[in-house]
């Protein structure tokens, strides 16, 4: 019986995204002030060194590969990571200047003559999120943090309630889960203290927070998926600096969401399409709208003679305030995007995802002066974050994605009463309340005549030029996996697909999955419908995780290193 190896570390952090190597950075410059401060006699009361031992690993083969975002970013959390160091120093791509909004119908496009509220980006940048972390990388290992991209968290090591660390994934399995000649267990990675830092719908994240009830007083988190494609252009097509926000147009009355195209560096645009899962009909297909987006005469004049260099997407958690779990466990911290810190409606994360990092460096750094690991010491993580600007950006606009679960009008409504009421709203509690994104898809029955693929049937073209099926996006994603071990996108009762969720709902999956992972097929000799899995083309987005209306998918962590290469996204 192979026998698991083990590594001991003082911190674990799971993620290299912004959070986890914000989290990394703050720690390391924390322990190294607090032994310069030893050794110049400035911390008398407290002689002993501090154990300096941080592991950070991450799931995608390099640091950045599995790292996605629109990404517009606020650069002050940057200079509060990093004080001292010019903003010219850090890779973002170029300073916004020029912020639009526009209003689409099905052929025109309008220019809004002022900005809805919150979402100007006067002083802020546009970047590469895979290039911004791969910088912060190599800043967390000039200070002595170590760093493992390929390494895939796929338990929490528990005991008595209390998290000792995570283990990464078996590899060298066959489809059916039996070793190969290959086969090498996972890792014990035993910590002291864990931070999850994984990013939208982090697995671990997911299970620590079901298994222990850490969000049963919270709103449930409520996502968007997000897709986007990076294409250069002409020179002289779009501006560099340039961001434009679109409202309307594919999306109907009922579906909350937008586009966006941002103008990057060598004549690179970055364009992609928002909406929110709590959208209702069960044709609906996140991909072929965007599809149906680029053909639009405004979007198409950008793009008509560009080419495509990459595609991607991801989910973003928009719960807000009230949908925030319980941040802390033993042993155990929750950050960024897997605890749900996104700023609606300006739908920005990066800088939040930076603070967090900090403040569970603050605590983490408080509990190793104190030797002490548990939920009680732990919870000084909860108390800065409190006091913190994050907190205050947070709760502002506390109850803005809530008001928009019914349509466009009504969340409009909500959203002006709660700017006059400080965030309160049109609500006698002053919370607003959400549905799980799973809950909110209707039968076809329901939609029958006015679906998405019905209204847009003679408009989801893939010439090959401009607009493009979901197979041949996934290979500009650059994704790869092992195909011989197990599927990680698991259907756990297929009956539920057969007998219930495709004469009713159509095999949603199919739609809502934006690489076609999911496919809905026919046996020719019973006429007989099923899904077949392709786990080849995820993309990681765990769209499917949240969304399908059974909860009958479930996405796990395959082999480290798999999965899709967003180094430019």
């Known amino acids: 019986m192979a026998v698991r190896d083990v590594v001991n570390t003082d911190v674990l952090i799971v993620g290299g995204g912004p959070a986890g190597l914000a989290a990394a950075i703050h720690l390391a410059d924390l322990i190294s002030d607090h032994h310069q401060k030893i050794a110049s006699g400035e911390r008398i009361g407290d002689p002993h060194p501090l154990p300096f031992s941080i592991l950070l690993i991450e799931k995608g083969g390099s640091i950045g590969s599995h790292s996605i975002s629109g990404a517009v970013v606020n650069p002050s959390a940057f200079q509060e990571l990093l004080p001292g160091t010019p903003l010219g120093d850090i890779p973002f791509d170029s300073s916004v200047t020029a912020d639009e909004a ?35 990388a190599g800043v967390a290992e000039k200070k002595g943090v170590q760093v493992f991209p390929g390494f895939a968290g796929r338990e929490l090591l528990m005991d008595q309630g209390r998290v000792l660390g995570v283990c990464t ?50 709103n449930p988190q409520i996502y968007s998926t997000g897709v986007k494609e990076l294409w250069e252009v002409p020179a002289g097509t779009f501006k560099q600096g340039r961001v434009v926000h679109t409202l309307g147009y594919p ?72 949908a925030l779990p319980k941040l802390y466990h033993h042993g155990v911290m929750i950050v960024g995007d897997s605890a749900g810190f996104l700023s609606m409606p300006s739908l920005k994360g990066i800088h939040l995802g930076i ?3 900090m403040l569970a460096a603050k605590a983490a750094y408080q509990a190793l002066i104190q030797n002490d690991f548990s939920e009680k010491q732990l919870s000084v993580y909860s108390e800065l ?71 847009f049937k003679n408009e989801i073209i893939f010439d090959k030029r401009l607009t493009w099926d979901k ?53 020719p000799k019973t006429a007989r419908k099923d899904v077949r899995i392709h786990f080849t083309n995820c993309v990681h987005c765990k769209t499917c995780d949240i969304k399908d209306p059974f909860r009958n998918i479930q996405w796990v962590p395959p082999y480290g290193g798999d999965g899709p290469a967003y180094e430019n996204l």
């Open 102 to 136: 526009w209003f689409l119908t099905r052929s025109h496009a309008f220019k809004l003559p002022f900005h809805p509220p919150y979402m100007a980006n006067k002083g802020n940048y546009l970047a590469s999120l895979g290039k911004l972390s791969r910088w912060l």
């Open 169 to 218: 994934g078996d590899s060298g399995l066959d489809k059916h889960g039996n070793k190969q000649s290959n086969y090498q267990p996972g890792t014990e990675v035993r910590a002291k203290i864990t931070i999850l830092a994984e990013g939208s719908r982090g697995f671990l994240a997911k299970k620590l927070i079901q298994n222990l009830e850490l969000a049963k007083d919270s």
């Open 251 to 322: 999306l109907d009355f009922f579906q909350f969401g937008g586009g966006f195209i941002y103008g990057m560096a060598n004549n690179q645009v970055a364009v992609g399409l928002v909406v929110g899962l709590d959208y209702r009909d069960p044709t609906f297909d996140l991909h072929h709208a965007f599809q149906v987006y680029k053909r639009h005469p405004f979007i198409q004049a950008i793009l008509q003679n560009g080419r495509i260099l990459r595609y991607g997407a991801k989910t973003i958690p928009e719960g807000g305030w009230f």
């Open 355 to 357: 603070q967090s990092g």
């Open 385 to 455: 974050f409190k006091k913190s600007l994050i907190a205050k950006d947070l709760y502002r606009v506390r109850n803005f994605r809530q008001g928009f679960k019914s349509n466009l009008m009504f969340g409009a409504i909500h959203f002006g009463a709660q700017l006059a009421t400080g965030g309160h709203g049109l609500t006698l509690t002053g919370r607003l309340t959400t549905h799980e994104d799973y809950e909110c898809l209707d039968k076809l029955s329901k939609v029958k005549g006015r679906g998405f693929l019905e209204k």
């Open 471 to 523: 197979v041949t996006d996934v290979f500009y994603s650059g994704t790869q996996h092992d195909e011989h071990q197990p599927s990680h996108c698991l259907i756990p009762d297929p009956n539920v697909c057969r007998d219930v969720c495709i004469p009713e709902y159509g095999a949603p999956c199919q739609h809502f999955c934006p690489a076609e992972v999911y496919e809905l097929v026919t046996d």
